[in-house]
């Protein structure tokens, strides 16, 4: 379970987060979205624990992963990069494989494409066990067939360990099909939280909006 | 004297090379792995110890030397293990002076090129310590030149081995202190020999390093 309490995270004069109140259950999928600068990454790594809120009380599972907006290749090759979390050979190639990225096993993870790359991450976190996995817009670099592995992988985490999952995003398509709740973040606020085909269907948000609106720059 | 090199001649680069790499690799022991945990790390004081490193690293040698002469004198607080004027106590000088700078480069190195690897690694639930050496795993083509910079500063230095060391023949005299003695006595040439051959294996030993980092550059 997490429970936020009067979060607030300040850089300098300026508010990014306010978040008066809010529960996510254990075992809930949650989709964060919300314009640029809206402040999902900083929810993120407030709940990681790599940044302290400026006011408030968070509370979290002991047991937590995260996986940054930034996809990172360690040196060596794929395997070895899975590996890193002591994760055995066979873990690692089933991760690949589930991923689609079997065939690249052998290969320098500095040489992949952005996409494969942001699969690769994704392995290296899945590798472990948790309580609570807290995802950075896990398919922003995936062609559509990369995004569903995504999907699918991040499921089938879930189904085996029963983890809560929080994960940021711009893809109504992945508030839809991955998600039990979808959260709207507005300027560090919450402007919607509810059903993803509820807040999609009758946009109310400026997020929302934007997408039922079209491409109206 | 050089052709063919006289026993002496190769005793002091003997010395020599023996005080440089035992404090190479002394300081970098320290200095790398607190480096990396102070440019891995945000805490309170921060601010204040980088300030106080950067001092260090301006320490001149012979301020170094005069601290670690009292240090080691015989009525000092470790006289007894009477370390004076040897090998060892030109290297714990040395270790006084390269550590700091040491510590200095490669935490400003890891503050800046290891952001990504930080968040990735505590992302992973990985430790403080762990994480602390994928930064350096990770960055060691540029740890490898603060490595080089060590030893350079090693070789070259002067002023606190000649006041620990004391310059004692087939003893304590390395390359830098025997080409002051032999510009004292007015011996130019020969001074002006050993200042080539002190390039000679600085430049061998860059040549070395940078082969090493080319083999590993993207492994
Ligand atoms: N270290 C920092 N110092 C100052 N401002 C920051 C810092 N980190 C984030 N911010 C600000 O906080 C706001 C929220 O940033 P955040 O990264 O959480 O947005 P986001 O919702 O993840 O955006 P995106 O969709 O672009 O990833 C932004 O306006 C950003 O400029
Ligand atoms: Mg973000």
């Known amino acids: ?217 | 004297m050089l052709f063919p090199p006289d026993k002496e001649l190769l005793q002091i680069i003997g010395v020599t090379l023996r005080m440089s790499f035992f404090s190479t690799v002394i300081s970098c022991l320290i200095g790398l792995p607190l480096g990396a945990l102070i440019g891995s790390k945000s805490f309170r004081g921060k601010a204040f110890l980088k300030k106080l490193i950067h001092t260090l690293m301006g320490l001149p040698p012979v301020v170094a030397g005069l601290i670690v002469y009292m240090l080691f004198t015989h009525y000092g607080p470790f006289g007894r293990l009477q370390m004076l004027f040897t090998v060892r106590v030109m290297v714990v000088a040395q270790v006084l002076l390269i550590t700091p700078v040491v510590i200095g480069l490669s935490s400003s190195f890891i503050e800046s090129a290891s952001k990504p690897v930080i968040e990735t690694a505590r992302g992973l639930g990985f430790s403080g310590v762990r994480t602390a050496a994928l930064c350096i795993r990770e960055g060691r083509s540029s740890l490898f030149s603060v490595v080089l910079n060590a030893f350079g500063r090693s070789i070259a230095e002067v002023g606190a081995v000649s006041i620990v060391g004391g310059n004692i023949q087939w003893k304590t005299r390395v390359m830098t202190t025997a080409i002051m003695l032999e510009t004292n006595k007015g011996k130019f040439s020969f001074a002006l020999a050993l200042g080539i051959i002190l390039l000679l294996i600085a430049f061998a030993v860059n040549a070395l390093a940078s082969f090493i980092v080319k083999e590993h550059a993207d492994g």
């Open chain 1, 1 to 217: 379970m997490v429970e936020i309490r009067n979060l607030k995270k300040r850089y300098g004069e300026r508010t990014v987060l306010d978040l008066p109140q809010l529960t996510i259950a254990q075992g809930e999928t949650v989709a964060l979205a919300g314009a640029n600068g809206s402040g999902k990454t900083t929810l993120l790594r407030i709940l990681a624990g790599l940044i302290k809120a400026t006011a408030g009380t968070v509370e979290t599972p002991e047991q937590k992963l995260y996986m940054p907006q930034q996809a990172y290749a360690f040196r060596g090759d794929l395997r070895r990069n899975i590996q890193l979390t002591r994760a055995d050979r066979a873990e690692a190639d089933r991760l690949l494989q589930q991923l689609g990225l079997d065939h690249l096993s052998e290969k320098k993870a500095t040489s992949l494409s952005g996409g494969e790359l942001q699969r690769l991450s994704l392995c290296r976190v899945l590798s472990q066990d948790c309580a609570l996995l807290l995802l950075d817009e896990p398919t922003s670099a995936c062609d559509a067939a990369g995004a569903a592995l995504v999907v699918k992988a991040i499921e089938a985490y879930r189904a085996a360990c029963g983890c809560t999952v929080v994960m940021s995003t711009h893809s109504p398509a992945l508030a839809l099909h991955a998600a039990d709740r979808l959260i709207v973040l507005n300027g560090g606020n919450v402007e919607a939280d509810g059903a993803p085909e509820a807040i999609l269907a009758n946009p109310e948000t400026q997020w929302a909006k934007s997408f039922t609106a079209g491409w109206k720059l």
